[in-house]
């Protein structure tokens, strides 16, 4: 990652930003929009895996960590990747959505796609869901099984947005 981006950032403006892999070392990735009106870039879409080189579900120290912030949304792409039901998604990411949410895209129309298992965060602007079921069975999109990274209690991706103030704007006790 140092040779490609020095500073840990690789960012990209009026365009989506496609990602799958391995990952080793520190970096966020940014997709913004152009701030034109009816712009529907900035998005970052997971093509497949993305994970980090020493994993950090059994070594809480490692070193890799990796931040994906878009302007717009961050999809699990379903077009054009084969995936069924027994299929796994793994990515080991922190990801921010300003304006979206995190989603697998045409979750309510793709036929079943596995299960999406994610170890880090998630901050959007909204909720999504990423399948649909009846009788408890997987009928579109994916199952998903979320973990937080114990890691980002201490420590963030490079440059990876945060609030260091809180403010309470109401209280009530019982």
Known sequence: ISALAP?????VKGIDVRVSGTYKGKATI???TTGSTGNLKGNVWIQGDIVAADNPKTNPSSPDV?????ERMTYVATTGISRNSGS???VQAAIYCHNGVFAVENY???GPAGRLNLFGSVTMNASTSTGTSSGGVITNGMLKSFRHDPR???QSPIMFPFADK???LSWWEN
């Open 7 to 11: 500073n840990g950032i690789i960012g």
């Open 30 to 32: 940014v997709a913004r």
């Open 66 to 70: 990796l931040g994906l912030v878009a």
């Open 88 to 90: 796994q998604t793994n």
């Open 108 to 110: 309510s129309s793709c």
């Open 152 to 154: 980002f209690l201490m």
């Open 166 to 168: 809180s403010q309470v």
